[in-house]
Nanobody, 126 residues
Framework: VQLQASGGGLVQAGGSLRLSCVAS????????MGWFRQAPGKEREFVAA????????RYADSVKGRFTVSRDNAKNTAYLQLNSLKSEDTAIYSC????????????????????WGQGTEVTVSS
């Protein structure tokens, strides 16, 4: 499966963005979808993930209550809504897919994911 993230940009602190991850080559209905980010000079970190069914979600503590992950299997797309953005949210955001057997499984380790898309850059100005 090929993944393409988009929707990044420059936004002021407190603002919002909506990132999209469009899949091709396979339906995402078989995959847990995750979002990760990498800030300059830092290691990649987990942001959020959503199960195949959409019934389970997981978030990094740093984004809980501000970010929301969702998916539309019919459109083969996953989303990440970023609200109340802070300067520390500045990073390149990437989406990833992991094949699963159970509809409610979610994963937060990058090593567990099978496919990765190119990232989209989010810059938050203070």
């Amino acid at each position: 499966v090929q993944l393409q993230a988009s929707g990044g940009g420059l936004v002021q602190a407190g603002g919002s963005l909506r990132l999209s991850c469009v899949a091709s080559g396979s339906t995402i209905s078989r995959y847990c979808m995750g979002w990760f980010r990498q800030a300059p000079g830092k290691e990649r970190e987990f942001v959020a993930a959503i199960s195949v069914s959409g019934g389970s979600e997981r978030y990094a503590d740093s984004v809980k209550g501000r970010f929301t992950v969702s998916r539309d299997n019919a459109k083969n797309t996953a989303y990440l809504q970023l609200n109340s953005l802070k300067s520390e949210d500045t990073a390149i955001y990437s989406c990833a897919a992991k094949g699963v057997h159970y509809a409610y499984s979610v994963y937060d380790r990058s090593s567990e994911y099978d496919y990765w898309g190119q990232g989209t850059e989010v810059t938050v100005s203070s």
